[in-house]
Structure formats: structure tokens, C-alpha cells
């Protein structure tokens, strides 16, 4: 009698700096049991599209040749880490012959079928933009009426990079505070701020969404169709969460 073997499916996940790797990897162990994990990260792309306020075209091109690396690694799927680029993303989806997620999609169609007063916390000054601007299209897609309010946490991921993690915290939580009196629900445009939501818990008068959990859910729901459609696919693991 023989066994029949199945392929690992692979997803690599495409960072612009380290601090979303712990939190992603966390939420992969959980939700992506089986599923072999590859991290590409270059820590020189969010700081140059911070120095240039916005993506630069050589910032496009690095990204679009990550992708393009993914694919060429055998990637079943590939998940972009970070909401600042998250534009590249979309640019770069109809060339590639697998599946790109971005982190926080599923978090703005959480966000917007939730609430129409919608509060986009930051604290990267160059991701505010493209979140908001992802809320407002996915808003539009969803046939939803909503107004977003923005706050940017002046000074907490410098706090971040330099090793205080407790003064980051501080500096978000006091803004989510602010924020929370002017919304009915916030969602955090940083993987990186994930903990300090986790931390504040119900101390914050309005649901707060966070990306990681959301995007690796849709991943995980993209991954299992994947599956589905493929007669030489791994079988599915019981513990991979559907996209919702």
C-alpha cells in the first residue's frame, strides 16, 4: 500500500522593516499550522519611503522585484506586511500567477461594514495616506457611507526603533484614547501597534481592529481555496481559520 504525498504550502511574507515579524509569525504558527513560512525583509524601505514622505520609484521597483522573488520561490501565496506600500501591492497583483494579500484589507472591510465614523491610528506618518485611502475605496466597494478620522502617535515608533517599547505603548495608547471620543471604531494602520490594543484591552471605549489576525484570517481562508482547487494540494489542516 503507498502513501500519497502532498506538497507544503509556502507564503512568503514581504517586510519593510523587523518589527512585523514577530507579530506575524505569531499569528501564523496559529493560523497556518503545516504551512512553511519564508520572511523577506529589507529594513531600508520603510525608512526611505519615510525620508521621501511617500513611495519612491525605486522603492516600487525593490518591492515588485520581492514579489516577483516569492513567485520564483515556489510561493503558494505571498502577503505584503506593510499598509505604507500596500499601493505597490495592488499595482503588482495582475503580473504576478499567485495570490497576493495585503495585511489590511480584511481589516478596513471589518472596519467599514462596522461603523461610518472610522478612526485610522498611526504611527508612521506615511502610512496614514494609504490607509485611509484604503478605507475610503473599500468603503466605496462596499456601497458604505463613512468619514475617517485620522491621529497620528507623534514620536512612538522612533520610541519603537530605539528600544522602548514601554514609551511607544504609552504614546498609542493616549492616542487611541483621543481617538476613540471622535469614532465608533479604530483600526491600527501598523502591524506594530497590535500590542498595544491587545494590552489596553476594553479600557478603550471603542472596538480597535488590528491588522495581523484579520489579514493572516484571509490568508489562511485563501490558502484553503487554494487547496480546494488542486487535487495535488496538502490536505487541509483543521486548524487554518476561513477568511471573514
Known sequence: ??????????????????????????????????????????????????????????????????????????????????????????????????????????????????????????????????????????????GRDVTVVRKLCEGAFDALLAGHTDEHDRLVGEGLADLASQVDVIVLAQVSMGRVADALGDRIAVPVLTSPRLGMERLAGVLKGLEAASPDAPPVSPGAAPAR
Do not use: F, W
Open 1 to 142: 500500500m503507498t502513501t500519497e504525498t502532498h506538497p507544503q504550502q509556502t507564503v512568503v511574507i514581504v517586510h519593510t522593516g523587523p518589527v512585523t515579524v514577530a507579530p506575524l509569525a505569531a499569528q501564523a504558527a496559529e493560523l497556518l499550522p503545516g504551512v512553511r513560512i519564508v520572511n523577506l525583509v529589507d529594513d531600508s524601505l520603510l525608512k526611505d519611503v519615510m525620508a521621501a514622505g511617500g513611495v519612491t520609484p525605486a522603492v516600487n521597483s525593490r518591492m515588485q522585484q520581492y514579489y516577483r522573488i516569492g513567485q520564483e520561490m515556489g510561493a503558494t501565496a505571498i502577503l505584503n506586511a506593510c499598509s505604507s506600500v500596500g499601493e505597490v501591492a495592488d499595482a503588482a497583483m495582475d503580473s504576478l500567477d499567485i495570490p497576493l494579500v495585503k495585511i489590511d484589507v480584511a481589516m478596513a472591510e471589518a472596519a467599514v461594514s462596522r461603523a461610518s465614523r472610522i478612526g485610522v491610528a498611526a504611527t508612521v506618518a506615511t502610512t496614514l495616506d494609504p490607509t485611509v485611502r484604503l478605507i475610503e475605496k473599500t468603503a466605496a466597494r462596499l
